[in-house]
DNA sequence: TTAGCAGTGGAACGGATCGTTCCGCTCTGC
DNA sequence: GCAGAGCGGAACGATCCGTTCCACTGCTAA
């Protein structure tokens, strides 16, 4: 079962995971540090990719895809507020944010790309326009204010990748629900963070 | 008027000054990205501090110092959900955040800068707390929970500071404020944010 | 069975970046 | 008028990182 061919096709995937673990902790790091995630030597990443900047273009390129696909689940949920949280929450979880925006300017992007970006805006205007219409959300808001907010979840971050989903959950939910404790409100989810997480930057090496 | 002795003590502050703008716009820039927007040369750099390090300590402490401050004049505000927001609002217009946490593990912090932090800690605890007890501010809140507020508003960012500043007003609101639309609310502060505004990353060089 | 090659590991190279040092110049203050 | 504080900026050395290259392995096809 375990042929040359086999072990190359795992390899694929292997590195894929590895590249997106690696820049989206750090979308700069080193093109080497993704090889020694992956267990693999640099030359098993040259094969596949031409250089870093077609690596990053690739995962870059799947975030888009992955934010259209969910765009596009989200507007066949009939309620529009439903439609555009459960959207917004999706994308949050996935960190969809890192790997395109904060990916983009360390390479070059192809035109392929910006009609894919451009196809991304569209439908998260329509699903920002349905609640708009609907009145569900707040009539001074722009699309552009759902893009601050999705970076701004996005820097929501800890060392632990898994703490970082939920604490970027909670902050989603804050940001959807506001902060003023004069109506009903939907509980908090997920533990609330302590202290201690939020100062690993002051940590003495 | 102008002696030698005058033309320096101006360039402290065009050196401080310039050295808070280029490391908030980009806390890893190099040393000579300082002089030159100061206009001065290596030299005068070095002639007040002793490396990159103590520049970066001078900055951030400032920074803690300027946190401080605010939180105690907020303090003295008797209304406390009035204290709290007009807390963060200063806070986040001065992006003392930038020049605090962004700013850590850029160099190894002193105690006397550790104290300061702790301090900061306990004041910002205060305010929380008394937003607390009022009933102003939700029950589920945390400290810990404004912390992040503060981080997701230093990372809303476009090139132009001004502009940065007012998004940074807009998404502080919206975080103060929520975004369903079934209570009456406050206006939106400032225009809002263009489309072409947050596009700037996919600018093709 | 065996020759050939796809696939691989990892050392080595070259370029870029950046903190720091150092030398020569200017011009003030005594 | 002169000693030296203050300064500009070139040069240096360290580090980092993308990319290339070569030797090796063990399938695979004839």
């Known amino acids: 079962m375990s042929g040359r061919k086999q072990q190359a096709a795992r390899n694929d995937a292997v590195i894929l995971d590895a590249a997106r673990e690696v820049f989206l902790a750090d979308p700069k790091a080193p093109i080497a540090a993704v090889a020694e995630r992956a267990g693999v030597g640099i030359s098993a990443l040259y094969r596949r990719y031409s250089?870093?900047?077609?690596?990053?273009?690739?995962?870059?390129?799947?975030?888009?895809?992955?934010?259209?696909?969910?765009?596009?689940?989200?507007?066949?949920?009939?309620?529009?507020?439903?439609?555009?949280?459960?959207?917004?929450?999706?994308?949050?979880?996935?960190?969809?944010?890192?790997?395109?925006?904060?990916?983009?300017?360390?390479?070059?992007?192809?035109?392929?790309?910006?009609?894919?970006?451009?196809?991304?805006?569209?439908?998260?205007?329509?699903?920002?326009?349905?609640?708009l219409d609907d009145g569900s959300l707040r009539p001074d808001a722009v699309l552009a204010d759902v893009t601050l907010l999705l970076e701004s979840c996005a820097a929501v971050r800890v060392p632990d990748p898994a703490r970082t989903r939920e604490l970027r959950a909670r902050h989603l939910a804050l940001l959807l629900d506001g902060l003023a404790a004069d109506r009903d409100r939907t509980d908090l989810p997920g533990p609330p963070p302590t202290p201690a997480e939020l100062n690993w930057r002051w940590r003495t090496p």
Chains 1, 2 share one sequence.
């Open 51 to 131: 250089g870093k900047e077609e690596l990053l273009r690739r995962l870059c390129h799947d975030g888009l895809l992955l934010f259209t696909a969910q765009a596009q689940a989200a507007l066949a949920e009939p309620d529009p507020w439903r439609g555009l949280t459960g959207f917004l929450r999706a994308v949050v979880d996935a960190d969809v944010h890192s790997l395109t925006v904060h990916l983009a300017g360390t390479f070059t992007p192809t035109p392929e790309m910006g009609a894919t970006a451009r196809q991304a805006g569209e439908l998260a205007a329509r699903l920002v326009q349905r609640a």
